[in-house]
């Protein structure tokens, strides 16, 4: 029988003590009783020595606090201040912070090597989490976004309570016969299957305006219809239809849908009921309109079964209206 008693729980140890006391005032020899137990009596020996000299209570289990942690809160902090930059000005090939690239940098800057299990633990302890990075256009000007965010959106929400306005963002999307498929749960010895169209080419198009109040008016596209400056004038104007008693300030990105002649057109000759307003080039993260998107391709027709373009359209209509009267989930692509 093995007498190490570190393969019992710290409750049933801490029970044997307080029995091997108990059962000794009773007259049972310590060897009796490492041998009940399944300890060396060397330890019941030390548990009856312990008992005499510092109570009972010293029997109670307590937690080992452990040895230091080597990323201590200096090294934790300037670790951080590491992590909160990109990758490349630590000389990485890219921007985004890897486990393998953390762990090298750990061994190179501060010489210590850190085990890949416990390295989550640490980016949890200095209060990092893992996330999926945003796409960024190279061709993106980060001083016009800066301007943007400074300037020009600050401008626009001014003009908007002042006027009294009614403010959307706006964008156009494709759903295609061939959608996304994520990831699903199941057994590990079975491959999941979605049935899908093999057709190609096979899309609807959908305009989308979005407010933060969760607001959402759309429109899709006509059968051999493509986006054009007539298509996104015809959209504005059942904007324009749904809410005739506002002024409505549209912010669009630069495509030339929404620079059109016949769009600046109609704007001079509505200024007083409508304005638009343009993105800095390359810059769709300035537009909530993108969530929507991602939520309805990724989310609501994620694995659609839709067979024919007919039926896709049919599903997209239905997914867009459901999404209109869930102003909650609207406003949440403002977050």
């Not at 093995?2 to 019992?8: I, L, T, V």
């Not at 945003?134 to 001083?143: F, G, I, N, S, T």
């Not at 299957?193 to 609807?204: F, N």
């Not at 839709?306 to 909650?328: F, G, H």
Request: charged content about 30%; glycine content about 6%.
């Amino acid at each position: 029988m093995s007498r190490d008693g570190r393969r019992h729980s710290h409750e049933l140890l801490e029970g044997y003590r307080f029995a091997a006391v108990k059962l000794s005032k009773a007259g049972v020899h310590p060897i009796e009783l490492a041998k009940s137990f399944g300890v060396a009596r060397e330890t019941v020996y030390e548990w009856l020595c312990r008992a005499k000299q510092q109570g009972t209570q010293s029997l109670k289990s307590s937690k080992s606090c452990g040895r230091s942690p080597r990323v201590d809160a200096e090294i934790g902090e300037k670790l951080s201040a590491y992590l909160r930059k990109p990758a490349t000005e630590c000389g990485y090939s890219t921007d985004l912070w890897s486990g393998p690239r953390i762990r090298h940098l750990l061994k190179h800057r501060f010489g210590i090597v850190y085990h890949v299990k416990h390295l989550p633990r640490l980016l949890r302890r200095i209060g990092l989490i893992l996330k999926f990075p945003e796409r960024r256009a190279l061709e993106q000007d980060p001083e016009a976004v800066r301007i943007w965010k400074q300037r020009e959106l600050p401008r626009i929400l001014r003009f908007t309570r002042k006027k009294r306005a009614i403010l959307f963002y706006a964008d156009e999307s494709l759903i295609s016969l061939i959608p996304y498929v994520g990831k699903t749960w199941a057994l590990p010895n079975k491959t999941p299957i979605v049935r899908v169209s093999g057709k190609r080419g096979q899309h609807v198009g959908v305009t989308a305006a979005v407010n933060r109040g969760g607001r959402l008016c759309f429109e899709l596209t006509r059968e051999g219809e493509r986006f054009t400056a007539k298509v996104f004038l015809r959209f504005i104007k059942k904007l324009r239809l749904e809410h005739p008693r506002r002024r409505i300030v549209l912010i669009v990105d630069g495509a030339s849908t929404h620079t059109a002649k016949i769009v600046k057109a109609f704007e001079k000759e509505h200024q007083s009921r409508f304005s638009l307003e343009i993105l800095p080039a390359y810059s769709p993260e300035l537009n909530p309109t993108e969530q929507s998107w991602r939520f309805i391709k990724t989310k609501k027709l994620n694995g659609s079964t839709a067979k024919s373009k007919t039926e896709l359209k049919t599903k997209a209509r239905t997914t867009m209206r459901e999404l209109k009267r869930d102003p909650k989930r609207v406003a949440s692509f403002f977050a």
